[in-house]
């Protein structure tokens, strides 16, 4: 048995919604495929440095987030590089982006 799945756009604009209610001004950069498009989720911190947050599964299988650009922030310019080579490698990605001075999704997120 396959486990349901929300559809990206539904879900991006819920995450979008929350995140501005709470606080953290977000945005849609990139629309990818409504129903089952990937997500990068790009965390802009408060000394304008940047993480890039990426879909993967847990171990166990759970839906989880990377740190794409590594575990240390980046500047705008790396950012816009990864993004750009996911893209390229993806065209249905969606890539949200939110401001998080902490550099933490402000959605809820298993990070491994």
């Given at each position: 048995m396959t486990e349901a799945?929300?559809?990206t756009s539904l879900w991006a604009a819920a995450v979008i919604r929350q995140?501005?209610?709470d606080g953290h001004p977000a945005?849609?950069?990139?629309r990818g495929d409504a129903d089952a498009g990937g997500v990068l989720a790009v965390l802009l911190g408060r000394d304008g440095r940047l993480s890039?947050?990426?879909?993967?599964?847990?171990?166990d299988g759970r839906p989880a987030w990377i740190r794409g650009t590594g575990v240390e922030p980046v500047d705008q310019q790396a950012a816009d590089a990864y993004v750009a080579r996911q893209?390229?490698?993806d065209p249905d990605l969606?890539?949200?982006?939110?401001?998080a001075?902490?550099?933490?999704?402000?959605f809820e997120a298993l990070l491994i």
């Open positions: 799945r929300l559809r995140a501005n209610q945005m849609v950069l990139r890039v947050l990426s879909q993967t599964r847990a171990p893209v390229g490698r969606w890539v949200l982006e939110f401001d001075p902490n550099l933490l999704p402000p």
